[in-house]
Each structure stands twice: as structure tokens, then as C-alpha cells.
């Protein structure tokens, strides 16, 4: 079975500009949360969706944003980038809750220019 | 924020048993703690998690002190492939939140 994938695998964007991140979620889970990972640094939580609702937001600003559609896929949409935006971006997917293991992607590795 | 801390780096020779710590005396009553672990230029891979019982799997063993407020995951025999980064992380129950920390470094050596 397929696991956790996620595209563009690399993108370099300049500041102010706007970028999509996608990802698919291995067959039947219906969750999917969202991580930036600063170098150096452990994941931080952005957002957890189930069933296309947001369930969980971790302290980032409005400027990032997220979505979840009927086929589970998701995608992470940040505005206005800024230099300390550059990250790697992990998209992890479970069955449902938070005692289910979360299987994550290899992540999108984002660059500010 | 529920949070945990753990030790920057340990270092375990090759075939011996290696015994990572996580503080978390922050802990709700209703968080379930999880370790994960990350190899270089990968995603987190899930290790093993438990709520108040000690837990063994394939993997690993995670020893829950009573108060809980303390965790102790445990490789009994560690191999040059576990060397990775292992974090330990609070999961709230409805999963508003699932914050990882720092992290531990592990380095096996032969």
C-alpha cells in the first residue's frame, strides 16, 4: 500500500508570494495533520483535520491555512511568506484520533528567498 | 501547552540496552504520551505510545512512572540503525494538540 505522499517535494518562493502544499493520506484514514519543521528543530503542529473539519490549530498565524476534501486529501496554503517561513512542511495521516499512530510523508521542503 | 523535556543526546553501544527519558509534569489526566522518532532526511516514525500502563511492542518498551508525570522509553538491544532523533510527545485526547519537543539524539556506536 501507498504511504503518506506529498508534492511538490522541493519549492522555492519569494517573500510576499503565496504557496499551496498537498497531501494524500493513505487509503481509509480520514485524518490529517499538518507540521513545520524549522531545521534543527522538532515538528511543530499546525493544523489537524478529520472528516474535513479542523479538530486542531497549533500556534501559528492566520496567514497559514488548510483544507481537507472529500477524498481526505489536504492541502496547506501559507500567504505573505516571510524568510523564517522556510521549513520542511510534514504531512502526517491516521485512521482518526489522537491514540491512532500518525504515519507522516517525507514532507515538502520549503525556501524563501 | 502540555510539554516534555528530554536530554539533547545520548550516546549506547552497539547491542546494549538504551533507556531515553522524557519529563512531562505538565501532564493531563486525558493526554496519552507517544514517542516517535525521526532518521536523517526523513518523516517522524511512530515508535510506540501509552496512556497510564507500561506498553511493550515489537520495537520498544515505554515504562510510565505512577504519577505519570515521567516516561521512560526503552530499545533493549540497540542497533546501528536506530540512531535517530526520538521525540516525546503529548497527545490530548481530542486531538487539539500534539506538540513535539526537542528531542533526544541518539548515537550507536559498533
Known amino acids: 500500500d501507498a504511504g503518506v505522499t506529498q508534492s511538490p517535494t522541493h519549492l522555492i518562493k519569494t517573500r510576499g508570494q503565496q504557496v499551496t502544499l498537498r497531501c494524500s493520506p493513505i487509503s481509509g484514514h480520514k485524518s490529517v495533520s499538518w507540521y513545520q519543521q524549522v531545521l534543527g528543530q522538532g515538528p511543530q503542529f499546525i493544523f489537524q483535520?478529520?472528516?474535513?473539519?479542523?479538530?486542531g490549530r497549533g500556534n501559528f498565524p492566520d496567514r497559514f491555512s488548510a483544507r481537507q476534501f472529500p477524498n481526505y486529501s489536504s492541502e496547506l496554503n501559507v500567504n505573505a511568506l516571510l524568510l523564517g517561513d522556510s521549513a520542511l512542511y510534514l504531512c502526517?495521516?491516521?485512521?482518526?484520533?489522537?491514540?491512532?499512530?500518525?504515519?507522516f510523508g517525507p514532507g515538502t521542503r520549503l525556501t524563501v528567498l | 501547552d502540555a510539554k516534555t523535556t528530554q536530554p539533547n543526546s545520548m550516546e549506547s553501544n552497539e547491542e546494549e540496552p538504551v533507556h531515553l527519558p522524557c519529563n512531562h509534569s505538565t501532564i493531563s489526566g486525558t493526554d496519552y504520551i507517544h514517542w516517535y522518532r525521526q532518521l536523517p532526511s526523513q518523516g517522524p516514525e511512530y515508535v510506540i505510545h501509552g496512556l497510564t500502563s507500561n506498553v511493550n511492542n515489537r520495537m520498544a518498551s515505554l515504562a510510565i512512572a505512577e504519577d505519570r508525570k515521567s516516561s521512560t522509553l526503552i530499545l533493549h538491544r540497540a542497533t546501528l540503525r536506530d540512531a535517530a532523533v526520538y521525540y516525546c510527545i503529548l497527545g490530548a485526547y481530542n486531538f487539539n494538540k500534539f506538540y513535539f519537543g526537542s528531542g533526544t539524539k541518539l548515537n550507536v556506536k559498533p
Open positions: 502526517a495521516s491516521s485512521l482518526a484520533g489522537s491514540t491512532d499512530t500518525q504515519y
Open positions: 483535520y478529520y472528516e474535513k473539519e479542523e479538530r
